[in-house]
């Protein structure tokens, strides 16, 4: 009987929900693909077994949470290739984890509209995650992803990125937050996004010094 019902609430139900309930189905399967090709790369790397079960439980969880986890494999892949050791391939599975739930939770404040998409929001997630990551505060991104006029030709990847150079060229959280949300004024498109943050950098009285002396030297070399 209650077979039955479940097939009779599936069969009549939306098909908005029956996609979501395949969609989810789908995900659910390639997650635990993933974590089964992550576990046999780990034996294959000769990862102790308590390391490696607690590496693959992070990624599971991950799964289970709906993040993007197809980039704790790759932090995995990554680390494998650099013969991490163990402890520190497992840190650094835990660290990106941890950017990621940063990143959804930002994002699921976001009001902008155009990131609702999942395809889109995941992409999005990892690129705010990676800006975590590199040390980004989470308070530079408060209002970068509110709601606007027009975000359908805003990429908002290029904000991201745009905002993880400058913090690594040395600007301050407010700096960064004040330019990311320039961007969104400006509704720029990648390649004039990316081309204002080099350009930011690049009026850096350090950066313009370097420059400068660099200069210099080829001069004074021309002349000998």
């Not at 979501?20 to 974590?35: K, N, P, T």
């Not at 990554?78 to 930002?106: C, D, W």
């Not at 990311?180 to 313009?208: F, G, H, Y």
């Amino acid at each position: 009987m209650r077979i039955g019902r479940l097939y009779n609430r599936l069969r009549f139900a939306p098909l908005g929900l029956l996609a979501g309930i395949v969609l989810g189905l789908s995900v659910a399967a390639r997650a635990d693909e993933r974590v089964s090709q992550v576990r046999d790369e780990l034996q294959a790397h000769a990862v102790p077994a308590p390391t490696a079960g607690k590496i693959c439980a992070c990624i599971e969880q991950a799964a289970h949470e709906g993040l993007p986890c197809k980039v704790l494999t790759t932090r995995v892949c990554e680390g494998l290739v650099k013969q991490a050791s163990p402890e520190a391939l497992q840190e650094a599975v835990e660290k990106r984890a941890h950017a990621l739930r940063q990143a959804h939770e930002i994002l699921s404040r976001a009001a902008c509209t155009c990131i609702r998409r999942s395809g889109e929001r995941r992409g999005l997630c990892c690129l705010v995650a990676q800006a975590l990551e590199s040390g980004v505060p989470p308070a530079a991104f408060e209002g970068v992803f509110g709601r606007g006029k027009v975000c359908g030709a805003l990429n908002l990847g290029a904000v991201v990125e745009a905002g993880e150079m400058l913090h690594l060229a040395g600007f301050d959280a407010a700096t960064v937050r004040a330019f990311m949300l320039d961007c969104r004024v400006r509704r720029s498109n990648r390649q004039e996004t990316l081309k204002r943050a080099r350009a930011r950098i690049e009026q850096q009285p350090a950066v313009r010094a370097e420059k400068a002396d660099g200069q210099g030297s080829i001069q004074t070399l021309r002349r000998r």
